[in-house]
């Protein structure tokens, strides 16, 4: 029998005449996409573009909230208190769930986005809002994050559903911390890299950090960055490479 994995990506980050990402021609190799709400990037149009999108190819799709931060893509990390930050986050997933169901869909899951995503996995603080935010719609909805991180406890804590998420294009510290995007070699541009890091991920339940250390890591859903300028050469070889190795996508 074929072992399976998803493979989600960041989408709807275009805005404007801004554009960003080959979304539709990565939809075919992926399993999953979380979907920008305005915050970080895209706008109301790119939004329903891309949920009509993901539902003509049958990918589950997620919410993408962000710090408020069109300007910096969502990157900085931002001092916001408990409660507006609940409210910032709510905002979003309400915007993608309500587009989401208006076209016939369901949303799958919620996935912060850029320095949220890295302050909620180390923060417990943070994390603990980012869950009370989710939960609140549903505990039916996954929380995809990190193993091993503030997110994760809490979520456990929450009785939230979990997708234990690695990267597959991006350098790590240890078992969830990535390499900051300021250092050389934090972002992988080769697909065989990329393959061979999945590969380690999938089959061994292991990631090599920068250091050439070995760390456990157990995931259930693997993240192509979709603004990886080799994003969609990435994929395509992913999806072929694995299909040898008899795993599947979805």
């Given amino acids: 029998m074929a072992m399976t994995i998803d ?25 999953s ?9 895209g706008d109301p149009l790119v939004l329903q573009q891309t949920i009509q999108l993901a539902l003509s190819h049958a990918v589950k799709i997620g ?7 069109l300007s910096g893509f969502g990157r900085r990390r931002m001092d916001i208190p408990a409660k507006d930050l609940q409210a910032i986050i709510q905002y979003q997933i309400a ?30 603080a943070t994390a603990e ?10 505990n039916d909805l996954y929380l ?13 804590a929450a009785g939230l559903s979990l997708c234990r998420e690695a990267f597959a294009d991006r350098a790590y510290l240890d078992s969830y911390r990535l390499q900051s995007r300021r250092e050389a070699g934090a972002v992988l541009h080769d697909p065989e890299q990329v393959f061979e890091q999945v590969r380690e991920i999938v089959l061994g339940q292991r990631i090599r950090a920068v250091d050439g250390q070995w760390h ?10 979709g603004d990886n300028s080799q994003a969609l050469a990435i994929a395509q070889y992913l999806k072929s490479q694995l299909q040898k190795e008899n795993i599947q996508i979805a």
Wanted: glycine content about 8%; hydrophobic content about 45%.
């Fill in 95 to 124: 915007a993608v769930k309500g587009l989401v169901e208006l076209q016939g869909g369901t949303l799958h899951h919620v996935k912060p986005h850029g320095a949220l995503y890295n302050l909620a996995s180390a923060d417990r």
């Fill in 144 to 156: 995809y994050a990190p193993p091993a991180s503030a997110m994760a406890q809490a979520a456990t």
């Fill in 7 to 31: 493979i989600n990506c960041d989408m709807g980050e275009s805005f404007g005449r801004y554009e960003l990402g080959a979304d539709a021609d990565l939809m075919p190799f992926i399993s």
């Fill in 129 to 138: 809002v980012v869950v009370g935010a989710i939960a609140e719609f549903s």
């Fill in 63 to 69: 919410a993408h909230p962000a710090f408020p931060d």
């Fill in 33 to 41: 996409c979380n979907i920008a709400a305005g915050f970080h990037a």
């Fill in 216 to 225: 456990a890591l157990t995931a259930d859903t693997i993240c192509i960055h």
